[in-house]
């Protein structure tokens, strides 16, 4: 939102200086972005006026002029702006002028001609880039007048970042209320007088969409003349607004919008057939939109329509067909309020952004819009003349938004802003914002005003108040608390531990979007259901993620992109699951994933290169599980993981209860996603893994341990991991570890077989193990893997 100072001043004026005027702004949450002045710094040009013209003897595109100052003598002034004529009103730079870049003027002779100072462009004072002539202003200017007075030169230009909650703030009156009540002082609201109506025309309004545009009114104006010019005061307060003069109604239309925030629209009435109707767009309906564009209109579209076609895209464009000419000469002014819901989004469907699609998105004060019509047909009738009919009205009140009603206690203020202010000062700040206030006993009840859908229960209350108020005047107190240590369980395991280890092994942290691709995601995870955002970003995130892996997959093909081989990522973060039983219908869990390509370790002339493998993820995962102690009791299990290649993958539980995944990227989805290379992945949730057991100190055995190799023949199907388990349930507290050192599949073995080397480790904390002990242990072993697996004893 762009404005200018001196126009806002016009309706709110604290002795304040621009500077603080912006401190106030910015820390009323109306960030100011950019002020700059409205004009260069030049002196000495004041109002002048052409009192003879003719042309340069010597010089074809020279003329002669005598300029009248309001002073005793005339001067003489040689100019070459196509523009110059007798009779112009113009800005005229004296003998001892200096103009923007230190550009003195000076008497002179051009082309034997005397000139005694310059006619200025609005290009050489700096104030647009306009350098097609110079400055042409009304015939009513005072002569002698200095420039920079007259135009209200000393102005500045404010730039401000309008949040989405305050659309109320996209106009001056908004802006003006804040630093009211800032202030504490009252809002000039600038008087105009009531147009009066002087022709009985009406046309017939139809809203077939009333949920879409409760509030619709309309206006006949005739026998306007669109040719006249804009005033010089209008057009400057729309440039300084950053806004383009195009012509007297646009210009009109466009002033009522910066002044208070309200989009109108103004079509040819003898361009319209039929009465005007408000409806949604029908199937292959085309428009010309005013920039000459022509669009098919969706179905889910709102139009402004008469009885044969499509005229507007209500609340964002309007038509070429019904367009204001230089021919026109009866209009029809619409004055809506369109809902937010019918609006946003949609200029976004046909590759626009306009001002007015901009406000209704955000929202307009839906009892705005009989003062907008009534303000612009004032300035209309003042300026272009023509007769103004009755404002027709088609207004459903059901479908207007109401205002909210909040109780607000004193408790909550004090509470939550932490300091007290008084209760008139409370009242003070409400109702200068618009707030109708009853006031009980320490507490009030409070109607939020029309313009502010964003006020809704108490907080957002207390929120204004401590905003209009000021931050900065709530006094810095000492806490007077007592400071109690929080608990921190030794069974928690922080997560920064978790990233230490992995960075510590190569790896670095990527941070992803939660929207993703529902096409990568249906890759990973076909058969789960995802939540789908009504409102993505883009369609290519507009589903919360699943898992971390789509994010971490999309960064690794990233950077093989350019050049990256050796990848090792991770990530902790949310993922979403729908669930009807959780609130909200969404199940959050916290995850930690990694993924990892290329080579297992950095180039060295020292180390022969070798890809990454599964056993190499599978170490990292385990390091991350020894943190928390659950390295004995975790158990890797063949999986079905469809993002997985099938022979290469493995959930893991601990305690029988599964806690994520590693394995190998899928080769056909490794190819859809364009990875380049083998590329492993592991997601384990956060909350299985966090929580360990306290370490007990036990005795270290002072007796011996014994080592018994055993090496058995079972199906190629069967796990060694399985094998493992059956080992160490068998063989008690004795058997202290078991290790497979070795797999075999090939010579002298069958196949669909394979070997499996095993070494049991024995001890005994009491006594030192006989070698019958020792034999029976590994007998029951060897017994128990017969029954389970059909195993059979390698000699």
């Not at 970003?537 to 892996?549: A, D, G, N, P, Q």
């Amino acid at each position: 939102m762009k404005f200018s100072e001196s126009w806002l001043r016009e309706w709110v004026n604290p002795a304040i200086s621009s500077e603080q005027l912006c401190d106030q702004l910015t820390m009323a949450g109306l960030e100011v972005d950019d002020i700059e002045d409205v004009a260069g710094d030049f002196s000495g040009v004041v109002v002048g006026r052409v009192v003879e013209c003719h042309q340069h003897p010597n010089a074809d595109k020279l003329r002669v002029t005598k300029v009248d100052i309001g002073q005793d003598q005339l001067l003489n002034i040689v100019c070459g702006a196509p523009n110059c004529r007798e009779g112009l009103t113009v800005a005229c730079a004296t003998v001892g002028a200096v103009l923007p870049g230190d550009f003195k003027i000076k008497a002179a002779k051009l082309r034997g001609e005397p000139s005694e100072g310059m006619l200025c462009s609005y290009s050489e004072l700096a104030i647009s880039d306009d350098h097609n002539g110079i400055i042409e202003l009304p015939e009513d200017a005072p002569l002698g007048e200095d420039i920079r007075n007259y135009l209200q030169l000393n102005d500045k230009m404010i730039e401000i970042s309008v949040t989405p909650n305050r659309a109320d703030c996209f106009g001056i009156m908004g802006i003006a209320r804040d630093i009211s009540s800032i202030n504490n002082i009252s809002l000039t609201v600038p008087q105009f007088e009531t147009p009066k109506v002087t022709i009985d025309d009406k046309i017939s309004v139809s809203v077939l969409e009333p949920k879409a545009a409760p509030r619709y009114l309309a206006r006949i104006i005739k026998g306007i003349d669109v040719t006249t010019p804009t005033p010089l005061w209008l057009k400057e307060k729309l440039r300084r607004s950053g806004i383009r003069s195009i012509d007297i109604v646009v210009d009109i239309t466009n002033y009522v919008l910066i002044e208070l925030g309200h989009p109108m629209h103004a079509f040819d009435l003898d361009k319209i057939e039929g009465g005007i109707t408000v409806r949604y767009g029908h199937p292959h309906e085309k428009l010309v939109l005013l920039d000459g564009n022509e669009i098919e209109i969706k179905a889910n579209t709102l139009v402004i329509a008469d009885d044969k076609k499509a005229l507007a895209l209500a609340g964002i464009f309007g038509g070429k067909d019904s367009g204001i000419s230089n021919e026109s000469k009866n209009i029809l002014l619409e004055s809506a309020f369109f809902s937010p819901l019918a609006i946003a989004g949609k200029a976004r469907q046909y590759g626009l952004h306009t001002d007015a699609s901009h406000r209704y998105e955000r929202g307009v004060d839906p009892s705005l819009q009989y003062k907008a019509m009534e303000r612009a047909t004032e300035l209309l009738l003042a300026i272009c003349g023509g007769s103004a009919g009755p404002i027709i009205d088609a207004t459903n009140t059901d479908e207007l938004p109401e205002a909210a009603i909040i109780h607000l206690s004193r408790a909550k203020i004090d509470r939550l802003i932490g300091y007290h202010i008084d209760d008139q000062r409370i009242v003070d700040i409400l109702t200068r914002l618009g707030c109708e206030v009853i006031s009980n006993e320490n507490s009030w009840q409070i109607k939020a005003p029309t313009w502010r859908f964003d006020i809704q229960i108490e907080e957002d209350l207390v929120e204004e108040i401590a905003r209009i108020y000021g931050y900065n005047n709530i006094p810095n107190e000492h806490l007077n608390i007592e400071l109690v240590m929080q608990h921190n369980s030794e069974k928690n395991v922080s997560v920064n531990k978790f990233k230490n280890l992995l960075v510590n092994n190569g790896y670095q942290e990527a941070v992803t979007y939660s929207f993703v691709d529902p096409k990568i995601q249906s890759l990973l995870h076909p058969n789960q259901e995802a939540i789908v955002l009504p409102n993505p970003i883009s369609s290519e995130m507009s589903v919360m993620r699943l898992s971390l892996w789509s994010g971490l997959l999309g960064a690794v093909v990233y950077n093989q992109n350019r050049q990256q081989q050796r990848i090792r990522l991770f990530e902790t973060g949310l993922r979403f699951v729908p669930d009807n039983n959780s609130e909200f219908g969404v199940n959050q869990q916290t995850l930690l994933a990694g993924v990892i390509t290329g080579n297992q370790y950095e180039e060295h002339w020292d180390i022969k290169k070798r890809a990454v493998d599964f056993f190499d993820l599978k170490g990292d995962v385990e390091s991350l599980l020894a943190i928390s102690g659950l390295v004995d009791q975790v158990q890797f299990k063949p999986s079905q993981h469809p993002a997985l290649h099938p022979g290469q993958n493995a959930a893991i539980y601990i305690n029988n209860e599964e806690v994520g995944y590693l394995g190998v990227i899928h080769p056909e989805i490794e190819k859809k996603l364009g990875l380049n290379g083998k590329t492993l992945v592991f997601e384990l949730i956060l909350d299985k893994i966090n929580q360990k057991s306290v370490p007990v100190a036990q005795d270290i055995s002072k007796y011996p341990a014994n080592r018994r190799d055993i090496a058995i023949i079972v199906d190629s199907d069967v796990c060694a991991a399985d094998v493992l388990s059956v080992c160490k349930s068998i063989g008690g507290e004795q058997l202290i570890a078991v290790n497979l050192f070795d797999m075999y599949q090939g010579e002298n073995i069958k196949a669909g077989q394979k070997s499996l080397a095993i070494s049991l480790i024995l001890q005994d904390k009491t006594r030192t193990l006989e070698d019958e002990d020792i034999t029976h242990i590994v007998s029951n072993c060897i017994v128990a893997l017969q029954n389970r697996f059909k195993a059979l004893l390698r000699e």
